[in-house]
Structures are given as structure tokens and as C-alpha cells.
């Protein structure tokens, strides 16, 4: 047998090694996967960070934001992306209501999410004293936990939309010291969402973990995007900082257009997706029947 030879795995990304690569000027490569494909796709390209987003609301669930997406759901799609990752680190979000209300609320969600789910890091949105609080309840029961500052989603109502932070003195301000209260709670690392580049620039080498941007420019340690966004699976206008490098949707409805042109034309199915059946089965199948075969 010349059969070729299984990939090689990669090394399992650690804390250490993740604080290892940045300290030596590595970019961090984070993408979103809610689903087994979307895990195997991440793998294979050698990602270092897969992130089970709340955004799975959006882009795979179809609701208008990621508020609804309960603690449930987001088992189910982390369960999935679990079974085909192997190296990669996997972070997944508590979602909106899951973490606000206490710290042992936070804990709970924290343990459901790695117990159920096998999530390796759990992220969780803002750097107020809640979120500080949080992030260091979580980190003390032993669950490495990820920041989230800028732009937070889940209470982007309160922050006037899906509007780039940080574009003020006192708003670039409060970024910073979020940001910097996060490391202090406890964090590993944080994303920093929707500021200006020169803010991110700023930020980045005053903290000791890596700062992981989605339009936040360049100068951080590492860039995360939504997975259906850089494949070209999502619909309509796109934040700013999106590029997309593939255009899946498109071949999706190409692929389903030519299927059912080819079930309308009688092309599909052809003789080499029939079944054969053996000779003079259905001679006897007919004598059965008292017919004459
Ligand atoms: N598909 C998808 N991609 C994402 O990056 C994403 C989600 N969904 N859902 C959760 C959040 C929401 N995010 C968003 C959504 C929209 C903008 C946006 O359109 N922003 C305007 C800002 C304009 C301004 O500053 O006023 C932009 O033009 O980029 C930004 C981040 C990022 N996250
Ligand atoms: C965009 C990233 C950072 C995120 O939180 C998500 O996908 O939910
Ligand atoms: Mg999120």
C-alpha cells in the first residue's frame, strides 16, 4: 500500500507557547468556527486561536445581534467545532446574560462551556469593574480567560451602535484603562474591537499580553475576523475592517442552481448514481405478484 501518509499535527497551542510567539514578535492568527467544517477548515490552515463566537447569532443562527444566543446554543456549536480541533486554542464567548449577574454566575457558565464543550478559554465583553470582577472569578477557578474592549456587541446599544470607540480624548481614555484593567484581572489576552489604529498602537506595548485586533489596525499582536465574513458567506454591507478572500455564498447558490437546473432537465441523477439491480429479481418479485414473468 502506497496509501500517503496521515498529516502530522501540529503542536497543541498552549498559553505558554501563544505568550511565547507573541514575546517574539509573532503575529497571533484567531479566526471564528461554529460548526465541524468551519473547525477542520481553521485547523488545516494552521490558525493558532479558533474562537466560537457569540457573532454565530448573526452568521450562522440568523438573528439581528448577539443578544439572543443562549448558553445552550453556543454548547451545541462549540461541542461541534470541539470534534474537529485538534492544536488550535479554543475560545468561546459567554454569551450576553450568562456572566452579568454575579461572579458565581460567570463561574457556572465558565465550567459549562469547558466541561460540556471541552472550550479550552472562555472571552467575555468589557473592563469595568463588572467585567473586572468577572474575569477574575473565572481565572481563580482555573479557566484562562480572554478580554473583549472597544466595541462590545453585546452592549453596543448602550455604546450608540455598531460605532468604532475610542475617537474622543475621555473615550480613548476609558479604551486604554479598560484595557489595561483587564490584564490586571487576570486576562491572557484580549481583542480590542473598532478603534483607531493609532489607539491599538498605543495600547498594544503597554500591556504584557497580546492584543488581538478586529479593526484595530496593524499594530497589535495578532488579528481575529469572523470566519462567514472573510469567506464571503454573509449578506449586505460589512464593518470596515472586513476582507474577504473567498466568496462562498456565491458559489453555495451556484452549486444549488446548477442541482436543481439538473433535476428539472431529467440530467440528474445519471445512470452512474442509479442502483443496479441483479438480473431476474424482479421477474420473481412479478411471479410473486401471480404476473407472468
Ligand atoms: N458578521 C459579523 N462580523 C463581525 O465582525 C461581527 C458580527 N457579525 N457580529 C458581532 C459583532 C458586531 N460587529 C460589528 C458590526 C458592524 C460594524 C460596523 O458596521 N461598523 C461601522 C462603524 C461606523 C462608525 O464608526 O460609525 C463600519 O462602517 O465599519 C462593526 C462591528 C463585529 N462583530
Ligand atoms: C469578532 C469576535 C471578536 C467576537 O467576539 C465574535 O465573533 O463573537
Ligand atoms: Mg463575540
Redo the contacts with the bound molecule.
Keep these: 500500500m502506497s496509501a500517503s501518509p496521515a498529516p502530522q499535527p501540529r503542536a497543541r497551542v498552549t498559553l505558554p507557547s501563544l505568550a511565547a510567539r507573541a514575546a517574539a514578535g509573532d503575529k497571533l492568527v484567531m479566526v471564528t468556527a461554529y460548526d465541524y467544517p468551519g473547525a477542520r477548515a481553521a485547523e488545516r490552515a494552521g490558525v493558532d486561536l479558533v474562537l466560537v463566537?457569540?457573532?454565530g447569532?448573526?452568521?450562522v443562527l440568523g438573528h439581528p445581534?448577539?443578544v439572543p444566543v443562549t448558553v445552550e446554543e453556543m454548547l451545541v456549536l462549540a461541542q461541534a467545532v470541539r470534534r474537529g480541533l485538534t492544536s488550535p486554542l479554543l475560545v468561546c464567548d459567554l454569551p450576553f446574560g450568562s456572566y452579568e449577574a454575579s461572579d458565581a454566575q460567570a463561574v457556572a457558565t465558565a465550567v459549562r462551556l469547558v466541561k460540556e464543550a471541552g472550550a479550552d478559554a472562555v472571552k467575555l465583553e468589557g473592563g469595568g469593574r463588572m467585567a473586572a470582577s468577572r474575569i477574575r472569578a473565572i481565572t481563580d477557578a482555573g479557566i484562562p480567560v480572554m478580554g473583549h474592549v472597544g466595541?462590545t456587541?453585546q452592549t453596543?446599544t448602550a455604546l450608540g451602535?455598531?460605532?468604532?470607540?475610542g475617537?474622543t480624548v475621555e473615550a480613548a481614555s476609558r479604551v486604554l484603562r479598560e484595557a489595561l484593567a483587564v490584564e490586571e484581572a487576570g486576562a491572557f489576552s484580549l481583542v480590542l474591537?473598532?478603534i483607531p489604529a493609532d489607539l491599538a498602537a498605543e495600547i498594544t506595548p503597554r500591556l504584557r499580553v497580546p492584543a488581538i485586533g478586529?479593526?484595530a489596525g496593524p499594530d497589535v499582536a495578532g488579528q481575529v475576523?469572523?470566519l462567514?465574513?472573510l469567506l464571503g458567506l454573509?449578506e449586505g454591507?460589512?464593518?470596515?475592517?472586513?476582507k474577504r478572500y473567498a466568496s462562498l455564498l456565491d458559489a453555495m447558490v451556484e452549486g444549488v442552481a446548477a442541482y436543481a437546473d439538473e433535476v428539472r432537465s431529467g440530467a440528474y441523477p445519471g445512470s452512474e448514481h442509479a442502483y443496479a439491480m441483479p438480473d431476474g429479481v424482479l421477474d420473481a418479485v412479478r411471479a410473486g405478484l401471480g404476473e407472468r414473468a
Excluded: N
Excluded at 451602535?161 to 470607540?165: E, K
Excluded at 454591507?237 to 472586513?242: C, E, G, H, L
Design positions: 463566537g457569540d457573532s447569532a448573526q452568521v445581534s448577539t466595541l456587541p453596543a451602535g455598531f460605532a468604532a470607540q475617537r474591537e473598532a478586529i479593526g475576523l469572523v462567514h465574513d454573509t454591507r460589512a464593518a470596515k475592517f472586513v
